[in-house]
C-alpha cells in the first residue's frame, strides 16, 4: 500500500518558519521524484518544490525559493521543506507528492507526473 505521511504543519505568525516532513512508502522510492505541492482555499493546486531522486537535483516554483528549502534522506525515504519568511499567501494545505517524472516549465513545478500524494498538512499564517 503507498503511503505518504506528512506532519509538521500548524499556525505560525506571519514572518515565522515551519518544517515540513513526509515518510513514504509502498512504492520504489528511488524511482520516483519526491516533492511538494499545495492548495489554498478556493485556488487551484500549486506546485512547490521536487527532487529527482536518481541525481538528487532540486526544483522549486520560482516565487518560492528564495524561502523555501526541499531535502530528503533516502534512508529513510523521507522529505523536508523548510520555509521561511512565511506570508498569509502561504496559508494552504501541503502535500507530500510522488512524480513519475519532473515536469518543470518556465519556473514552475508541474504537476503533470503527479502520481501519489498524501492527506496534507495545513500550513496557516496569519498576520
Known amino acids: 500500500e503507498v503511503q505518504l505521511v506528512e506532519s509538521g504543519g500548524g499556525l505560525v505568525q506571519a514572518g515565522g518558519s515551519l518544517r515540513l516532513t513526509c515518510t513514504a512508502s509502498?512504492?520504489?522510492?528511488?524511482?520516483?521524484?519526491i516533492g511538494w505541492f499545495r492548495q489554498a482555499p478556493g485556488k487551484e493546486r500549486e506546485g512547490v518544490s521536487c527532487?529527482?531522486?536518481?541525481?538528487?537535483?532540486?526544483y522549486y516554483t520560482d516565487s518560492l525559493k528564495d524561502r523555501f528549502t526541499i531535502s530528503s534522506d533516502n534512508a529513510k525515504n523521507a522529505i523536508y521543506l523548510e520555509m521561511n519568511n512565511l506570508k498569509t499567501g502561504d496559508t494552504a494545505v501541503y502535500y507530500c507528492?510522488?512524480?513519475?517524472?519532473?515536469?518543470?516549465?518556465?519556473?514552475?513545478?508541474?504537476?503533470?507526473?503527479?502520481?501519489?500524494w498524501g492527506k496534507g498538512a495545513l500550513v496557516t499564517v496569519s498576520s
Open positions: 507528492a510522488a512524480f513519475a517524472f519532473v515536469g518543470y516549465y518556465s519556473g514552475t513545478v508541474s504537476l503533470d507526473g503527479l502520481r501519489y
Open positions: 509502498g512504492f520504489p522510492w528511488k524511482d520516483y521524484s
Open positions: 527532487i529527482y531522486n536518481k541525481d538528487g537535483s532540486k
